[in-house]
């Protein structure tokens, strides 16, 4: 069966530290791979999607940048944190192909920049 | 924006009851689907409803679709405590855009 893998579970960071988050997929192959970000009690933004290796598309200028060096490792970086930048931030990944493909979220990384 | 607004952005009830939650959204779509977030944890995926289908069942979930009014319904029937959540609406065309959430708490 498929399972993913996302840590830390939580962070808390000072303002301009670096940041790297990592998610890997277990049990597909060249999986669709996503992350998002929610504010406290706000839904989903996403912020990058990955149809395959060092394939990345972002949704929204930001001070966060992704790669995706293998297969089913997807990362989430920043040389600078700032403090806008807390939030929940999830992975997910979907099977490749046409649309109607759900997403599987991990449990998330809870980042705190002070 | 084709994102999804659910409404209410927060439902209390009892157990047993039903909870009824919709989303509307702007463009046209592939499909739509649900999903629920138990707190501080990830999110799960409870159905999908593809753009030419009208209602859709999956245990105690029943989802409605009217593209007319770009809308959908999710019903939670004979609700549990354990039904305590919230609860996401997400359409389709290109890629998958959220909704703000229904927070649901189903007293015991």
């Known amino acids: 069966s498929q399972t993913i893998h996302q840590w830390p579970a939580t962070l808390v960071q000072p303002v301009g530290s670096p940041l790297s988050l990592e998610c890997t997929v277990e049990?597909?192959?060249?999986?669709?791979l996503y992350w998002y970000r929610q504010a406290a009690g706000r839904g989903l933004q996403l912020l990058f999607y990955s149809v395959g290796i060092g394939q990345i598309s972002s949704e929204v200028p930001q001070n966060l940048s992704a790669s995706r060096p293998q297969d089913r490792q997807f990362i989430l970086s920043s040389k600078k944190l700032l403090l806008s930048d807390s939030g929940f931030y999830l992975c997910a990944w979907s099977h490749r192909g046409p649309d109607n493909s759900p997403l599987h979220f991990g449990n998330g990384t809870r980042l705190t920049v002070t | 924006s084709q994102q999804g607004e659910e409404d209410p952005q927060a439902l209390s009830i009892q157990e047993g009851e039903n909870a009824t939650m919709n989303c509307s959204y702007k463009t046209s779509i592939n499909n739509l689907q649900w999903y629920r977030q138990n707190s501080g944890r990830g999110l799960v995926h409870l159905i999908l409803?593809?753009?030419?289908?009208r209602e859709k069942h999956s245990g105690r979930l029943r989802v409605t679709l009217d593209t007319s009014k770009k809308s959908s319904s999710l019903l939670i029937t004979a609700s549990r405590a354990a039904d305590t959540a919230s609860y996401f609406c997400a359409t389709e065309r290109h890629k998958l855009i959220f909704g703000t959430g229904t927070r649901l708490q189903v007293f015991p």
């Open positions: 049990g597909t192959s060249n999986p669709n």
């Open positions: 409803i593809r753009s030419n289908e």
